[in-house]
Each structure stands twice: as structure tokens, then as C-alpha cells.
């Protein structure tokens, strides 16, 4: 099974075209010391280079018979099937718990509240997070068992997400689709200047651990399913600006056709400017454009019976006010919030890739 690289500029699983599978989980801290913390990065950091090799990360059947195995052993023989692991640090890391407020990013913080949001305490935030995608959904779950469980008496899982399908493109993949239908990730950013431009950091963090790095902005979003598959064709597609079998933006015919924003003859445009799309394309935004790198996700059914489904959004940018300015915009506006509540938010500065073996993410705060 495909193998992607662990060591190099930048960590894995940002412009990794996405893998079919995604858990995302977020960890508070209960380490009370700086030594502790640098164990768990330095344990992770080896643990993850393994992994992503598809190796155990230890004997899965050690000899002496009352020796506890080392790796869980669910993913033995499985190979990486192109798992990547992506680690990311939350504001919360940087207070003064450890000592680490000096090398907080310029202007990192929480989110601010934002309209269209409610928000449940048990999903936002996390001192830690780890992105895990896999095309086997079993490997990203045993990368992600086998972290928490090295690191448990330093670390407590906050919030978790399965993400059973993926919900964006990357740079030649089909275009796949969310949960209602619509192909998601048309106009994704998939070329090395957008890269350059809008994902990756370079001074402004003013940390040079950032340098290479990016910030994840990881939103629960949970769909109104039943409302939504009541909802006309017409006006699903008025909602999104593009028609749903072939994804075309409503002003053309064809999935990737330049969409047009503008009346045409005097008339109203084509797509409605309160459509997702024309809310958030970087023509109507001063040229902000983000990486999404969502999932479709389910936990079953809610209390009452009804699907409980969404996207989990998952975005890369070089800057959070990126997302920010995007969901201050839509969260008032968004003809789409009628069927979505985001429940889950969280955001973390992602360091840059590690150069080889022997260095740990976090490295330079001890
Ligand atoms: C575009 C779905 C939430 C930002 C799209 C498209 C769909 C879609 C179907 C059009 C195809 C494409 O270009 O990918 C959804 C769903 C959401 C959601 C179902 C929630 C459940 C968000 C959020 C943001 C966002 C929270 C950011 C704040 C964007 C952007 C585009 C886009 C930037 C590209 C617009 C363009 O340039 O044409 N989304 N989206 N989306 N969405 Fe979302």
C-alpha cells in the first residue's frame, strides 16, 4: 500500500491529495510540567515516523509471555495505505502552564464567537490535535489509539470525529460529494503559488518553528438532514449556486467552469448572491482563499431518532482570520445555515515538517 513521506518541509496531510478516511481527535494536557510535554512530543513525533512508514509502533507480540504488547496490533500486515499524521497545537498550549508563552504565534488565540454557532464545550478546543487519513479507515484509527494510549498518563482525549468519506480535492482527484449531495471541493486550492500565498507560513507567526507550518481550523458541522431532503431541487441548488449532478456553477454548464458572479443584461445573476458559493468564493472576499480538507461523517442517530451527519470541516490557511473573515460573512448570510449548526470548533498552530529522524515537533520550546 502507498507509503507518503514523513520527513520534509512541510507535515504531511495538507496538501496530501485526501485519503478516503479521516479521525481527528483533540487532547487536553494533564501533564503539569514541561519535561512531560516533551516527552509526549518526542514519543509522538518517533511513534508517527513509524507509522506513517506502516510500521508497529512496537512489538505487537513480544516474547516474554507477561510482557503487555507494545502496539495494539489492529493494523499489522495493513501497510500505511497512505496514512498521514498531522499534529497541531492549540492556544491553549502556550499559557503559562508550561512556560511556553514566548513562543506563541502573533495574534494566535480561540476563535471568536461567531453568528450561526452553537457550539457544544465537549467539542471545541484541545491543548493538542492529531488529523489522522488513511484510505484504511482501521490504520488512521490505530495511529490515532496507539498516541493516546503512549502518552495516557500525560494526555486526555477531548473530542473525536470519523470521517467515513472525504468531502474535497486535491490536485487531480474526482471531485467527491457531502452529505447532501453536492460535489464538494470544486474549486479547491490545489497549485504551489496558492500554496505559497495562502497556506503556508512564513515570518508572520514571528516563530521560526511555524515557518513551513499552517493553521487548522477543525468545525463539527452537523447537517439537518430530514429538513434538508424536503427542500425542492431548485432551491438546493439556489442555495449552493451550482446544480447537483454535475456540480456546475449556475452561470455555466460544466463542473469547472469559471463561475460568473455578475448580472448579465440587466437581469439578476445567474447565482444568487446570498448562495454558499458566491459568499464564499475570493473573487467576492479581497482574494482570500482557503484549503478545505473536509469529511463526511456520522454518529448514528440523535435522541430523538433523527440522522446525526455532517461535515466535519477541516481547512488549512496561513492566517485563522482567513476562515474568520469567510464565517463572520456566511454565519450572518449563508442561505445554508437553514440546514447546518456548526456543534464542534477548534484551531491549531501546525508546525512545519520535521527535516529527519532524531527531531521531535516542539523541539525548540525546551
Ligand atoms: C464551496 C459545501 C461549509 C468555504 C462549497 C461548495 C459546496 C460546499 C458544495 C461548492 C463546490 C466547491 O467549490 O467546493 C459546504 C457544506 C458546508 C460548507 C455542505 C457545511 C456543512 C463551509 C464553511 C466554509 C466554506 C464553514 C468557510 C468558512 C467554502 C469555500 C468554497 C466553498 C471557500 C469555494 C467557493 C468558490 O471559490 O467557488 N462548499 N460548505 N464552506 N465552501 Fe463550503
Not at 458541522?221 to 442555495?239: A, F, N, R, V
Request: proline letters at 5%; aromatic letters at 8%.
Amino acid at each position: 500500500a502507498l507509503t507518503e513521506p514523513f520527513y520534509g518541509e512541510h507535515q504531511g496531510g495538507i496538501a496530501t491529495a485526501p485519503q478516503d478516511h479521516l479521525v481527528f481527535t483533540s487532547f487536553d494536557l494533564t501533564a503539569t510540567t514541561a519535561v512531560e510535554l516533551q516527552l509526549v512530543l518526542a514519543k509522538w513525533s518517533a511513534a508517527m515516523a513509524q507509522m506513517t512508514a506502516g510500521r508497529p509502533v512496537g512489538k505487537v507480540e513480544p516474547s516474554r509471555e507477561h510482557a503487555i504488547p507494545v502496539d495494539t496490533g489492529e493494523a499489522t500486515d495493513l501497510g500505511a495505505h497512505g496514512l498521514t499524521l498531522t499534529l497541531g497545537f492549540g492556544p491553549s498550549l502556550f499559557d503559562e502552564r508550561f512556560g511556553l508563552e514566548k513562543f506563541k504565534p502573533v495574534d494566535f488565540a480561540q476563535l471568536p464567537a461567531m453568528a450561526g454557532e452553537s457550539l457544544d464545550p465537549a467539542m471545541t478546543g484541545g491543548d493538542l490535535c492529531i488529523q489522522a487519513c488513511s484510505n484504511d479507515p482501521q490504520v488512521a484509527y490505530h495511529a490515532v489509539r496507539n498516541l493516546a494510549r503512549m502518552a495516557r498518563t500525560s494526555v486526555r482525549t477531548k473530542w473525536t470525529v470519523l470521517g467515513f468519506g472525504r468531502a474535497s480535492a486535491g490536485a487531480n482527484q474526482t471531485t467527491p460529494r457531502n452529505l447532501m449531495g453536492f460535489k464538494d471541493g470544486t474549486r479547491n486550492i490545489t497549485s504551489d503559488d496558492d500554496f505559497a500565498q495562502h497556506v503556508w507560513v512564513g515570518d508572520e507567526a514571528g516563530q521560526p518553528w511555524m515557518v513551513g507550518g499552517s493553521y487548522l481550523v477543525a468545525r463539527k458541522i452537523h447537517m439537518l438532514i430530514e429538513t434538508w431532503d424536503e427542500d425542492p431541487i431548485g432551491d438546493q441548488q439556489s442555495i449552493f449556486g451550482r446544480t447537483k449532478a454535475e456540480g456546475a456553477p449556475l452561470s455555466g454548464a460544466k463542473e469547472h467552469d469559471v463561475p460568473n458572479f455578475h448580472a448579465v443584461h440587466g437581469g439578476a445573476p445567474a447565482i444568487p448572491g446570498d448562495s454558499h458559493m458566491a459568499l464564499a468564493a475570493h473573487e467576492n472576499n479581497g482574494g482570500t482563499k482557503i484549503l478545505r480538507r473536509g469529511y463526511n461523517f456520522t454518529d448514528g442517530l440523535d435522541s430523538v431518532g433523527r440522522l446525526d451527519a455532517g461535515l466535519m470541516f477541516l481547512s488549512f490557511q496561513k492566517d485563522p482570520e482567513q476562515f474568520i473573515s469567510l464565517q463572520r460573512k456566511m454565519g450572518k448570510s449563508d442561505r445554508l445555515n437553514e440546514y447546518i449548526r456548526h456543534v464542534g470548533s477548534g484551531v491549531f498552530a501546525v508546525p512545519a515538517g520535521l527535516p529527519a529522524a532524531g527531531s521531535y515537533y516542539g523541539k525548540e520550546f525546551f
